[in-house]
């Protein structure tokens, strides 16, 4: 390893890749996986046969490209977001990590900065040194929240050319309110920024939450991301899309690579569009495991951040680290995403949720 490592030095890598690891958690097999915030619950049988018709069907034509444009998945796409757009508002990639690099390298690069407030996603700051673009990190209080007032201070401090906010917030759960959106899109108006939502876990929010997508009328600088990879139980499908301004898909389609949506991808999600609602019947359950770690991690004497995702951030140990260790030790993996005192577990299905609660029971007990 550090043989390699010595001969990866040795190569003429661009500098801000010096010393760089890349992003992932571990991919350990364990029985309770609970780490990446995936969607627990297997594809539903009918949805698999449905994918299974579409995908036979693209096969037969794969010695072509294919509709470079994926029109039909931007129309499903606009169906199934509703709030009166089109599919010359959509946009689609290989996973809302792809969406966020096609942007950065549309409004980014090298000489141009974008702004997250951390803790937040931790693929913002990667995605800008792979764009060469300055990742400016904004802050929020002690407890992790976020005012519009404080939000919209730092952007006319740094006038960066891109902010990202991610709502509801990777990895402590919780979601911003539209004020602090509306705050930061007028602030960044000042600089001609754009401002991008990160909506990975909106199917997720608590009852009454609304979405930015409500605020994009009249707002050409406003982006609102989403993804297949959650609530639809897609991850391994990689999509990702957008909501915006027609201008800015054609920004976008400057930089896409052509053809970058294999036909494989979009007959994938179309066939997952068309069954919806049988997909998102599994968020209700996940809402329910959610609610139910909240309550129990109280009870248990611990801090559990309030979330409007299908995971919760907690704090209250006494060494996150060990507990950690410990949860890993009885079968079940959670994140240590890195903040002094505090771990990240995904929502699974009732039994997961379950067998992590024992766990943290029995090592609380065990002390
Ligand atoms: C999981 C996640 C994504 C999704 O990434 P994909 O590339 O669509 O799988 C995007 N943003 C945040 C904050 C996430 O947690």
Redesign the pocket.
């Known amino acids: 390893m550090s043989q390699n490592l010595d001969r990866l030095e040795a190569l003429p890598l661009r500098e801000n890749l010096r010393g760089m690891s890349p992003y992932g958690a571990p991919q350990l097999d364990v029985a309770v996986a609970l780490n990446t915030?995936e969607n627990t619950h297997p594809v539903p049988q009918p949805v698999v046969d449905a994918i299974t018709e579409r995908v036979s069907r693209a096969a037969g034509q794969l010695n072509r490209y294919p509709d470079r444009e994926f029109t039909e998945l931007r129309t499903a796409l606009a169906a199934y977001l509703d709030h009166g757009l089109t599919a010359d508002n959509l946009w689609a990639a290989n996973?809302?990590?792809?969406?966020?690099q096609q942007i950065l390298q549309t409004f980014g690069g090298p000489g141009r900065s974008v702004l997250s407030f951390v803790p937040t996603?931790s693929?913002y700051p990667l995605l800008a040194s792979g764009t060469g673009t300055k990742f400016i990190a904004g802050q929020r209080a002690e407890d992790f929240t976020l005012t519009a007032e404080s939000a919209a201070k730092q952007v006319r401090e740094h006038k960066p050319d891109v902010v990202i906010l991610?709502s509801p917030n990777?990895p402590t759960g919780t979601a911003l309110g539209l004020d602090v959106v509306e705050a930061v899109y007028e602030a960044a108006e000042e600089s001609n920024s754009m401002v991008i939502v990160?909506e990975?876990?909106a199917e997720f929010a608590r009852f009454g939450t609304p979405s930015a997508l409500t605020l994009l009328e009249g707002r050409p600088r406003l982006i609102v991301?989403r993804?297949?990879?959650?609530a639809f139980a897609l991850?391994g499908a990689?999509?990702?899309y957008f909501a915006a301004a027609p201008e800015v898909t054609d920004a976008i389609r400057l930089v896409r690579l052509p053809y970058h949506l294999s036909a494989v991808s979009q007959a994938t999600a179309l066939a997952a569009l068309e069954h919806s609602d049988v997909l998102l019947s599994t968020v209700e359950d996940i809402k329910m495991q959610r609610d139910r770690i909240v309550d129990n991690l109280k009870r248990l004497g611990l801090e559990p951040a309030e979330s409007d995702s299908n995971f919760v951030f907690y704090g209250g140990m006494e060494n996150a680290q060990q507990m950690w260790q410990n949860l890993l030790d009885q079968g079940v993996l959670v994140r240590d995403v890195g903040i002094a005192g505090h771990l990240r577990v995904t929502a699974g299905t009732e039994d997961e949720t379950t067998a992590f609660l024992a766990a943290v029971e029995n090592y609380l007990q065990q002390k």
């Open positions: 915030n996973g809302s990590n792809e969406i966020l996603y693929m991610c990777n990160d990975a876990y991301t993804t297949m990879s959650k991850a990689r999509l990702g």
